[in-house]
């Protein structure tokens, strides 16, 4: 004769620790895929002008589907025509207020813009609010150009 009672008791506890692990699991699955899907912050190099020996760049920063950012510190490098660095200058954008898109205005001194060939976003030096992490603001920045210089990461 088998004990049914025994073997019902054992069903019973596999899926009690089956739906236990499901509800640990399940907010930190949740939780990555939210990372994945972070809104991004898009940089548009919107325009460039010579201001005296310096390239005056005019950034559009659209924060439009993210949260509000007290710092965002770029690392941004310009490149002359033949690809060859030139000049580097760290950036604050911040303050960048919630689902707003704004305007910074920065000079990288000391070159033409006519001899920028090209500008990388090379790292995000500092980034607070929203996620948070340097490395979370660095993977949801995006970039474009509308200058007639490449900017890219």
Same mark, same amino acid.
């Given at each position: 004769?088998?004990?049914?009672? =025994?073997?019902?008791?054992?069903?019973?506890?596999?899926?009690?620790?089956? =739906?236990?692990?499901?509800?640990?699991?399940?907010?930190?699955?949740?939780?990555?895929?939210?990372?994945?899907?972070?809104?991004?912050?898009? /940089?548009?190099? &919107?325009?460039? %002008?010579?201001?005296?020996?310096?390239?005056?760049?005019?950034?559009?920063? *659209? &924060?439009?589907?993210?949260?509000?950012?007290?710092?965002?510190?770029?690392? /941004?490098?310009?490149?002359?025509?033949?690809?060859?660095?030139?000049?580097?200058?760290?950036?604050?954008?911040?303050?960048?207020?919630? &689902?707003?898109?704004?305007?910074?205005?920065?000079? =990288?001194?000391?070159?033409? !813009?006519?001899?920028?060939?090209?500008? /990388? /976003? &090379?790292?995000?030096?500092? !980034?607070?609010?929203? %996620?948070?992490?340097?490395?979370? !603001?660095?993977?949801?920045? %995006?970039?474009?150009?509308?200058?007639?210089?490449? =900017? *890219?990461?």
């Amino acid at each position: 004769m088998i004990d049914r009672s =025994f073997s019902s008791s054992r069903i019973g506890a596999a899926l009690v620790s089956g =739906f236990v692990a499901m509800a640990l699991v399940g907010p930190a699955i949740a939780q990555e895929a939210g990372a994945e899907k972070a809104a991004p912050v898009k /940089l548009q190099l &919107n325009k460039t %002008e010579s201001a005296g020996d310096a390239c005056r760049i005019t950034m559009v920063v *659209d &924060n439009s589907k993210g949260p509000a950012m007290k710092t965002f510190k770029v690392d /941004l490098f310009a490149f002359d025509t033949d690809g060859v660095a030139q000049k580097r200058v760290a950036v604050e954008l911040a303050p960048i207020a919630s &689902n707003k898109t704004s305007v910074k205005i920065f000079d =990288f001194p000391g070159i033409a !813009c006519g001899k920028v060939g090209r500008i /990388l /976003l &090379n790292d995000v030096l500092a !980034c607070d609010g929203g %996620e948070g992490a340097r490395e979370t !603001c660095l993977a949801r920045t %995006e970039t474009e150009s509308k200058a007639g210089i490449s =900017f *890219d990461r």
